[in-house]
């Protein structure tokens, strides 16, 4: 059995609008699925959870954002039953699916989950009893992140499908004000001293923030987070190096300094905020692990 779970309020409405573009198909082709939508926060994942264990669903296709994904991921984990997960992606920021390279057109995305085309096994990254999917982060992206989430003008941009525009908007004005600090960074047993640590950022996928290509060699099914840290650079440094995170090429910055590994631990000077797909969890100190092959994906 299928199980759909969309997020009518991902990408400002963009979740209901993409459902309404998926239904005719479903129905068109005699799928038998269950339904259910959202109604707010940690709902996905209670949803995943009672479509996996009461209606014996196999495969759960999310319609919604990072945020979403995250929630189904979380629900799929927590049920102990194995599920194949697809999406099609309607939120604003949209990395897992970027990550992931699927279709952008809502009907042909849908299409590739249902032939589960690309099947995988990814890793996931275990934070405080939860799971992060593509990227997890300590500082300057935590608080970037904060930022947009709470930020008025994060609706109106994503209404007018300037969604990233939200995101640098955030990141100009997180510049002036963020303190970088020294850290002490653990990666599988090795300490690293680090000092004015603008963030750390651990990757099961390359990008996060809409697209930025943080950890340019990160591969989701390889066991590893490739870890990217940023320090010792100035505001302005940091202010005209910055376009280049959405190339990779920031990877050649001397500021810019990557690791490999699967049990990571971060302590810091002051408390960093800590972000999981985008969303603030918790803060410094924080220990995360990566859990090898633990969720079938496709499309
Ligand atoms: N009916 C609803 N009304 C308001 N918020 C909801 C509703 N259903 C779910 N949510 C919340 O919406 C939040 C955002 O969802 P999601 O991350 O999928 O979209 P997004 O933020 O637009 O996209 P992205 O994360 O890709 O930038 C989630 O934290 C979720 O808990």
Redesign the pocket.
């Known amino acids: 059995m299928l199980g759909i779970i969309v997020?009518?309020?991902?990408?400002?409405g963009?979740?209901r609008d993409t459902w309404k573009q998926l239904e005719p198909t479903l129905k068109g082709l005699g799928v038998d699925y269950q339904v259910r939508?959202?109604?707010?926060?940690?709902?996905?994942q209670k949803l995943a959870v009672e479509l996996i264990q009461k209606e014996g669903v196999t495969k759960i296709i999310a319609v919604?954002?990072?945020?979403?994904?995250?929630?189904v991921m979380n629900g799929i984990q927590q049920s102990g039953k194995p599920c194949l997960f697809g999406l099609v992606?309607?939120?604003?920021?949209?990395?897992?699916a970027k990550g992931h390279g699927l279709a952008e057109e809502p009907v042909q995305a849908l299409t590739r989950i249902l032939k589960e085309e690309s099947r995988k096994t990814i890793d996931l990254i275990k934070i405080n009893e939860r799971f992060a999917v593509n990227v997890v982060g300590a500082g300057f992206d935590a608080l970037v992140a904060k930022k947009t989430?709470e930020a008025s003008y994060k609706g109106w941009l994503?209404k007018t499908k300037l969604?990233k525009v939200a995101y640098v908007l955030s990141v100009l004005s997180v510049i002036r004000s963020f303190q970088p600090c020294d850290v002490h960074l653990v990666v599988d047993g090795q300490t690293y001293h680090v000092q004015k640590v603008w963030l750390i950022a651990i990757a099961n996928i390359p990008n996060f923030g809409?697209g930025m290509r943080i950890c340019p060699d990160a591969v989701p099914n390889d066991g590893v987070a490739e870890i990217c840290v940023v320090s010792n650079v100035s505001r302005w440094e940091l202010l005209f190096a910055f376009p280049l995170i959405f190339s990779g090429k920031h990877a050649k910055h001397p500021g810019v300094r990557f690791f490999r590994g699967r049990h990571i631990h971060i302590q810091s000077q002051n408390p960093l905020f800590v972000q999981a797909?985008?969303?603030v969890v918790s803060h410094t100190p924080m220990t995360v692990e990566m859990l090898p092959s633990c969720q079938a994906v496709c499309g």
């Not at 919604?64 to 929630?71: C, F, K, P, R, S």
């Open positions: 997020n009518p309020m991902s990408g400002s963009k979740g939508k959202t109604s707010g926060i940690g709902e996905a919604g954002g990072d945020g979403t994904v995250n929630e992606a309607a939120g604003s920021g949209n990395d897992y989430n994503n969604g809409g797909d985008g969303e």
